[in-house]
């Protein structure tokens, strides 16, 4: 199989790793309580500030893509440390699918003895795929903020967290968060838009 082809029969693979461009066991938190809409925004503003302090983690997970007539699903490793960061993907039995690395200035993504190069994940996404997406919105949308520089809509769940933020006509919509290093972070949540939709489970953040 020739190179072009096989990065043809990964598109569905390839999809699933950029929408995540950006231990402790996770805990359940409580959202029952209700609070003021004063108090939401006042955590959120706290919450927010804390967050944005994070420029380092490694998360591991599972994440599954829905896109119309494909599926798939993949174990995932993300070392994220300021603008460089490594993603690994895994099939079924731990079966090496990709490797991919980057920072600011290039990205590159390594399957099968075979590796591609490309200024920016968006660019190299869609040269290997033809879709087009706001690739480094993920490294936000993972700990649960707005990317900047656009205009975001979110609505704030009892404790002042994300419950869903929209922005460049993508919903983010977060289930559950769960505790690191005193932290709440995502650990379930669902990137969609039309007919697609990126599932995301986490097992483990570290900070």
Not at 22 to 43: H, I, L, M, Y
Not at 54 to 80: C, D, Y
Not at 147 to 153: E, F, H
Request: overall charge positive.
């Amino acid at each position: 199989m020739g190179v072009d082809n096989y990065f043809s029969g990964l598109r569905i693979l390839l999809i699933l790793f950029f929408f995540f461009l950006g231990g402790c066991a996770s805990q359940t938190v409580d959202s029952d309580r209700q609070v003021s809409d004063q108090e939401k925004e006042q955590r959120w503003q706290r919450h927010q500030k804390r967050l944005g302090l994070i420029q380092a983690w490694e998360i591991a997970g599972r994440l599954n893509m829905k896109v119309p007539g494909q599926s798939g699903t993949v174990s995932f490793h993300w070392r994220q440390r300021g603008d460089k960061y490594k993603l690994t993907l895994d099939g079924p039995f731990g079966a090496s699918v990709a490797r991919i690395s980057g920072d600011g200035q290039s990205v590159s993504v390594s399957a099968s003895d075979q590796t591609r190069y490309g200024p920016s994940p968006e660019i190299l996404l869609y040269s290997l795929t033809g879709w087009q997406f706001p690739v480094s919105n993920l490294r936000y949308w993972v700990r649960g903020l707005p990317a900047p520089g656009n205009d975001a809509r979110i609505q704030l769940n009892n404790l002042g967290y994300p419950e869903k933020i929209e922005q460049q006509g993508w919903v983010v919509a977060y289930q559950q968060y769960g505790l690191s290093n005193s932290q709440r972070l995502p650990v379930r949540f669902v990137v969609s838009r039309g007919g697609i939709r990126l599932s995301l489970m986490v097992s483990s953040w570290q900070l």
